[in-house]
């Protein structure tokens, strides 16, 4: 008889699966490692290879990398869940980007798909000031991005984590939409000024236009696909107010409020990351 604990999470080595695999691990569960590096290994290039890493599972969390908005997600999307329903997979959580209009068709196979399932849409993670591609500038005590006027709920992706093992777990979260977000709107200034503040060192923040930040990426180097999710990302999602909206799904879902973006700076900045120093290059 097939083990109902058996949960797949595609990637447990980012900034949201792995924290999923180490709680469901913690729980008692199953866990299988969807990643290049596991046996069986999952790629999103190689579809060939996802069959191994489906079968015997009856769960799965998928994280599309780099994100669902990139061109090819939506196909990669479809063909996975459709194997899925050949491997006999019961349900399907979902991380989606709140307020990305190519994400949500990629929400609409997984729901249309007749697994169970939960979309989980998160806004702009906090740990990209900690784990990701703005812990650089930060470390060079100089951030520069665009949209100063932008407000954003910046979410953790503790919480996300919480919810996605919640809705895993418990089926009362089948066939829902939750939203993450932390508690309040921040501009770009106001989160590098808290970060200054918890590490007790001199950041500023500079505020550039499109196609200077642009110019940036390419000259540091950035895929082309990385380039063109930043500008989608900051033109058709961070730029928009009406998508930019607190959530209490968080709370909700957990029982308990979300992280505050000063609480996850307070603790980042306990750790020492930000008082690394910073990697000077030729």
Excluded at 63 to 86: H, N, R, W
Excluded at 87 to 100: D, F, M, W
Excluded at 202 to 218: G, L
């Amino acid at each position: 008889m097939k083990n109902q604990n058996n949960i797949l999470v595609i990637g447990a080595t980012g900034k949201t699966d792995r924290k999923v695999a180490e709680s469901l691990h913690q729980k008692g569960y199953n866990v299988r490692s969807g990643s290049r590096n596991s046996s069986p290994s999952f790629d999103w290039n190689d579809p060939q290879g996802w069959p191994a890493t489906l079968e015997g599972i009856d769960k799965m969390y998928i994280v599309y990398y780099p994100d669902l908005a990139v061109p090819g997600a939506f196909e990669s999307i479809s063909t996975l869940v459709e194997m899925a329903k050949e491997a006999g997979i019961q349900k399907a959580v979902l991380l989606s980007g709140k307020g990305e209009t190519e994400a949500e068709r990629c929400e609409t196979v997984v729901a249309q798909s007749g697994l169970d399932y939960t979309l989980v849409r998160a806004s702009w993670f906090n740990q990209n000031f900690s784990e990701s591609f703005l812990l650089d500038p930060v470390l060079a005590g100089h951030v520069a991005l665009p949209l100063p006027e932008a407000q954003v709920p910046f979410v953790d992706t503790g919480d996300i984590a919480d919810v996605v093992v919640e809705a895993l777990m418990n089926d009362a979260w089948n066939g829902q939409t939750v939203e993450v977000t932390g508690l309040r709107l921040l501009s770009f200034e106001e989160v590098v000024g808290e970060i200054a503040k918890a590490s007790g060192r001199n950041i500023q923040f500079q505020s550039v236009s499109m196609q200077a930040y642009h110019q940036m990426m390419k000259s540091a180097g950035l895929p082309e696909d990385y380039i063109w999710l930043f500008d989608y990302l900051f033109r058709e999602v961070l730029g928009d107010p009406q998508k930019q909206v607190v959530s209490y799904d968080t709370e909700k879902v957990l029982g308990r409020k979300a992280k505050d973006f000063s609480e996850y700076a307070q603790e980042t900045a306990q750790s020492g990351i930000w008082n690394q120093k910073f990697p000077q290059t030729i």
